[in-house]
């Protein structure tokens, strides 16, 4: 396992950006963003793996970018052209290399006013 770090939630309006870093305590392999909407299920918003294969939830397409530095062991989420559905709490995910064990972040708060 892993700890992870997150930074870069806040309040936007909607047309806005922000952009969520994760940093982990070791090696990781696939590192991902989830977010959780009040009444709703956690969803995969992307992914990405070492190689930097990248996953992205229909919803997100085109708006969000996710990316990492495996010299920092840091995933990033850049979102784009917010919109308020986009309001939830966001969880960094990062599987330990060479397991399947995952680790969570904290969870960050999005939201996005219209």
């Not at 559905?85 to 904290?106: I, K, M, P």
């Amino acid at each position: 396992q892993v700890q992870l770090v997150e930074s870069g939630g806040g309040l936007v309006q909607a047309g806005g950006s922000l952009t969520l870093s994760c940093v982990a305590s070791g090696i990781t392999s696939t590192m991902g963003w989830y977010r959780q909407a009040p009444g709703k299920q956690r969803e995969l918003v992307a992914s990405i793996t070492r190689g930097s294969s990248t996953n992205y939830a229909d919803s997100v397409k085109g708006r969000f970018t996710i990316s990492r530095d495996n010299a920092k062991n840091t995933v990033y989420l850049q979102m784009n052209s917010l919109k308020p559905e986009d309001t939830a709490v966001y969880y960094c995910n990062a599987r330990v290399l060479s397991t399947n064990f995952d680790s969570w972040g904290q969870g960050t708060q999005v939201t996005v006013s219209s």
